[in-house]
Protein backbone atom coordinates (compact mmCIF):
# COMPACT_ATOMS: atom_id res chain seq x y z
CA UNK A 1 0.00 0.00 0.00
CA UNK A 2 2.42 3.02 1.11
CA UNK A 3 6.32 3.75 1.01
CA UNK A 4 8.52 4.97 4.13
CA UNK A 5 11.77 6.68 4.06
CA UNK A 6 15.19 5.82 5.85
CA UNK A 7 15.39 8.74 7.49
CA UNK A 8 15.44 7.48 11.15
CA UNK A 9 18.91 7.36 12.58
CA UNK A 10 20.46 5.04 14.70
CA UNK A 11 20.84 5.41 18.35
CA UNK A 12 24.77 4.73 19.30
CA UNK A 13 25.92 3.71 22.74
CA UNK A 14 27.66 5.60 25.26
CA UNK A 15 30.12 4.04 27.15
CA UNK A 16 31.36 4.38 30.40
CA UNK A 17 34.93 5.06 31.10
CA UNK A 18 34.84 2.88 33.87
CA UNK A 19 34.36 -0.46 31.60
CA UNK A 20 37.38 -2.42 30.59
CA UNK A 21 38.71 -2.62 27.22
CA UNK A 22 37.10 0.88 26.84
CA UNK A 23 39.16 1.52 23.60
CA UNK A 24 38.29 -1.95 21.52
CA UNK A 25 34.42 -1.22 22.82
CA UNK A 26 34.61 2.75 21.69
CA UNK A 27 36.16 1.23 18.58
CA UNK A 28 33.63 -1.06 17.61
CA UNK A 29 31.15 1.24 18.15
CA UNK A 30 32.42 3.83 15.91
CA UNK A 31 32.56 0.88 13.20
CA UNK A 32 28.97 -0.10 13.52
CA UNK A 33 28.13 3.37 13.78
CA UNK A 34 30.06 4.29 10.52
CA UNK A 35 28.67 1.65 8.67
CA UNK A 36 24.94 2.53 9.35
CA UNK A 37 25.78 5.72 8.44
CA UNK A 38 26.98 4.70 4.69
CA UNK A 39 24.22 2.38 4.59
CA UNK A 40 26.24 -0.78 4.51
CA UNK A 41 23.61 -2.49 6.43
CA UNK A 42 24.90 -6.09 6.02
CA UNK A 43 28.34 -5.05 7.72
CA UNK A 44 25.90 -2.78 10.04
CA UNK A 45 24.35 -5.73 11.30
CA UNK A 46 27.82 -8.09 11.58
CA UNK A 47 29.23 -5.18 13.50
CA UNK A 48 26.71 -4.51 15.85
CA UNK A 49 26.28 -8.48 16.62
CA UNK A 50 30.46 -7.82 17.77
CA UNK A 51 29.28 -5.37 20.36
CA UNK A 52 26.11 -7.85 21.04
CA UNK A 53 28.18 -11.11 21.13
CA UNK A 54 31.88 -10.07 21.96
CA UNK A 55 31.67 -7.55 24.43
CA UNK A 56 28.49 -8.80 26.02
CA UNK A 57 26.55 -4.94 25.44
CA UNK A 58 22.52 -5.80 26.29
CA UNK A 59 20.88 -2.44 25.66
CA UNK A 60 17.79 -1.86 23.80
CA UNK A 61 19.90 0.63 22.13
CA UNK A 62 21.69 -1.90 20.30
CA UNK A 63 18.45 -3.68 19.62
CA UNK A 64 16.72 -0.92 18.07
CA UNK A 65 20.39 -0.55 15.75
CA UNK A 66 19.75 -4.21 14.88
CA UNK A 67 16.05 -3.81 14.37
CA UNK A 68 16.84 -0.84 11.86
CA UNK A 69 19.83 -2.75 10.25
CA UNK A 70 17.95 -6.01 9.28
CA UNK A 71 15.17 -3.39 8.32
CA UNK A 72 17.28 -1.49 5.45
CA UNK A 73 18.72 -4.74 4.52
CA UNK A 74 15.34 -6.20 3.74
CA UNK A 75 15.63 -8.97 6.75
CA UNK A 76 11.91 -8.49 7.97
CA UNK A 77 11.63 -11.08 10.33
CA UNK A 78 14.88 -10.21 11.93
CA UNK A 79 13.79 -6.67 12.17
CA UNK A 80 10.62 -7.08 13.80
CA UNK A 81 12.14 -9.42 16.61
CA UNK A 82 14.48 -6.64 17.63
CA UNK A 83 11.88 -3.74 17.27
CA UNK A 84 9.68 -6.05 19.42
CA UNK A 85 12.89 -6.23 22.24
CA UNK A 86 13.03 -2.69 21.58
CA UNK A 87 9.50 -1.98 22.46
CA UNK A 88 9.98 -2.80 26.20
CA UNK A 89 11.99 -0.09 26.52
CA UNK A 90 11.97 2.05 29.56
CA UNK A 91 12.94 4.62 27.58
CA UNK A 92 9.63 5.67 26.22
CA UNK A 93 10.58 7.73 22.64
CA UNK A 94 12.97 4.23 22.12
CA UNK A 95 10.09 2.25 22.64
CA UNK A 96 7.51 4.36 20.66
CA UNK A 97 10.49 4.65 17.67
CA UNK A 98 10.51 0.42 17.90
CA UNK A 99 7.03 0.21 17.81
CA UNK A 100 6.55 2.45 14.36
CA UNK A 101 9.20 0.63 12.75
CA UNK A 102 7.41 -2.55 13.74
CA UNK A 103 4.55 -1.08 12.27
CA UNK A 104 6.10 -0.30 8.91
CA UNK A 105 6.79 -3.90 8.67
CA UNK A 106 3.56 -4.93 9.19
CA UNK A 107 2.16 -2.71 6.26
CA UNK A 108 4.88 -3.94 4.76
CA UNK A 109 3.28 -7.47 4.88
CA UNK A 110 -0.24 -6.09 4.26
CA UNK A 111 -1.24 -7.02 8.01
CA UNK A 112 -3.29 -3.70 8.21
CA UNK A 113 -4.63 -3.88 11.43
CA UNK A 114 -1.83 -5.34 13.02
CA UNK A 115 0.17 -2.44 11.66
CA UNK A 116 -2.37 0.16 12.73
CA UNK A 117 -2.16 -1.69 16.55
CA UNK A 118 1.23 -0.69 16.63
CA UNK A 119 1.17 2.54 14.89
CA UNK A 120 -1.68 3.32 17.85
CA UNK A 121 0.88 2.08 21.02
CA UNK A 122 3.66 4.10 19.19
CA UNK A 123 1.59 6.93 19.94
CA UNK A 124 0.59 5.75 23.62
CA UNK A 125 4.34 5.55 24.69
CA UNK A 126 5.21 9.11 23.28
CA UNK A 127 2.47 11.01 22.01
CA UNK A 128 5.06 13.41 20.31
CA UNK A 129 5.99 10.35 17.96
CA UNK A 130 4.85 12.59 14.69
CA UNK A 131 5.85 10.40 12.22
CA UNK A 132 3.80 7.21 14.03
CA UNK A 133 0.46 9.85 14.01
CA UNK A 134 0.93 10.36 10.43
CA UNK A 135 1.18 6.49 9.68
CA UNK A 136 -1.49 5.68 12.40
CA UNK A 137 -4.38 8.81 10.47
CA UNK A 138 -3.00 7.79 6.90
CA UNK A 139 -4.09 4.07 7.44
CA UNK A 140 -6.89 4.18 9.63
CA UNK A 141 -8.05 7.08 6.48
CA UNK A 142 -7.25 4.28 3.90
CA UNK A 143 -9.10 1.65 5.87
CA UNK A 144 -12.00 3.17 6.30
CA UNK A 145 -12.52 3.89 2.38
CA UNK A 146 -11.56 0.32 1.54
CA UNK A 147 -13.99 -0.77 4.33
CA UNK A 148 -16.42 1.70 2.73
CA UNK A 149 -15.58 0.84 -1.01
CA UNK A 150 -15.85 -2.96 0.22
CA UNK A 151 -19.58 -2.12 0.92
CA UNK A 152 -20.72 -0.43 -1.47
CA UNK A 153 -19.60 -3.02 -4.00
CA UNK A 154 -21.39 -5.32 -1.64
CA UNK A 155 -24.62 -3.75 -1.90
CA UNK A 156 -24.26 -2.99 -5.70
CA UNK A 157 -27.39 -4.14 -7.71
CA UNK A 158 -26.86 -6.26 -10.48
CA UNK A 159 -26.84 -4.95 -13.61
CA UNK A 160 -29.74 -5.97 -15.77
CA UNK A 161 -29.15 -6.80 -19.49
CA UNK A 162 -30.27 -3.11 -20.76
CA UNK A 163 -27.68 -1.82 -18.15
CA UNK A 164 -25.09 -4.16 -19.63
CA UNK A 165 -25.47 -2.97 -23.29
CA UNK A 166 -25.43 0.37 -22.11
CA UNK A 167 -21.86 0.13 -20.56
CA UNK A 168 -21.19 -1.93 -23.74
CA UNK A 169 -21.83 1.07 -25.95
CA UNK A 170 -20.22 3.60 -23.61
CA UNK A 171 -17.45 1.33 -23.59
CA UNK A 172 -17.20 1.35 -27.17
CA UNK A 173 -17.44 5.23 -27.03
CA UNK A 174 -14.28 5.27 -24.66
CA UNK A 175 -12.46 3.50 -27.21
CA UNK A 176 -12.87 6.20 -29.71
CA UNK A 177 -12.23 9.09 -26.68
CA UNK A 178 -16.10 10.39 -26.69
CA UNK A 179 -15.54 10.16 -23.19
CA UNK A 180 -18.45 13.15 -22.93
CA UNK A 181 -20.70 11.05 -25.10
CA UNK A 182 -20.19 7.56 -23.05
CA UNK A 183 -20.82 9.74 -19.66
CA UNK A 184 -24.34 10.78 -21.09
CA UNK A 185 -25.32 7.50 -22.35
CA UNK A 186 -24.72 6.24 -18.61
CA UNK A 187 -26.16 8.55 -16.78
CA UNK A 188 -29.38 8.58 -19.24
CA UNK A 189 -29.18 4.83 -18.37
CA UNK A 190 -29.06 5.20 -14.74
CA UNK A 191 -31.81 7.76 -15.19
CA UNK A 192 -34.23 4.60 -16.97
CA UNK A 193 -32.49 1.75 -14.49
CA UNK A 194 -31.23 1.91 -11.13
CA UNK A 195 -29.21 -1.34 -11.69
CA UNK A 196 -26.56 0.93 -14.06
CA UNK A 197 -25.35 1.96 -10.76
CA UNK A 198 -23.25 -1.61 -10.61
CA UNK A 199 -21.16 0.77 -12.70
CA UNK A 200 -20.71 3.38 -10.52
CA UNK A 201 -16.93 3.74 -10.47
CA UNK A 202 -16.75 3.66 -14.57
CA UNK A 203 -19.47 6.46 -14.18
CA UNK A 204 -17.40 9.02 -11.88
CA UNK A 205 -14.51 7.61 -13.66
CA UNK A 206 -16.05 8.90 -16.97
CA UNK A 207 -17.05 12.25 -14.78
CA UNK A 208 -13.55 12.80 -13.63
CA UNK A 209 -12.26 12.38 -17.18
CA UNK A 210 -14.92 14.74 -18.70
CA UNK A 211 -14.09 17.33 -16.14
CA UNK A 212 -10.32 17.30 -16.98
CA UNK A 213 -11.16 17.74 -20.54
CA UNK A 214 -13.17 20.89 -20.22
CA UNK A 215 -10.29 22.81 -17.89
Known amino acids: ?22 SRQNEA ?39 LSHHHANQPDEAASFYDKTTVSTDKKLSSFAFNQGGILMGDKKEYQAALSKFQSALIKDPTNEEARYNYELLARWLQ ?14 PSEFAKRKKAE ?3 MVEQFRFAEALKV ?10 VAAYQDFITNL ?9
Open 29 to 67: IEKAEKSYAEARYEESIADHMVLLNDFAIASAYLDFNLG
Open 170 to 172: ADR
Open 145 to 158: RDEERKQQENNRPE
Open 186 to 195: MEDALAQDET
Open 207 to 215: KEVVEINEK
Open 1 to 22: MMSWSKSIVAVFLLIPASWTQV
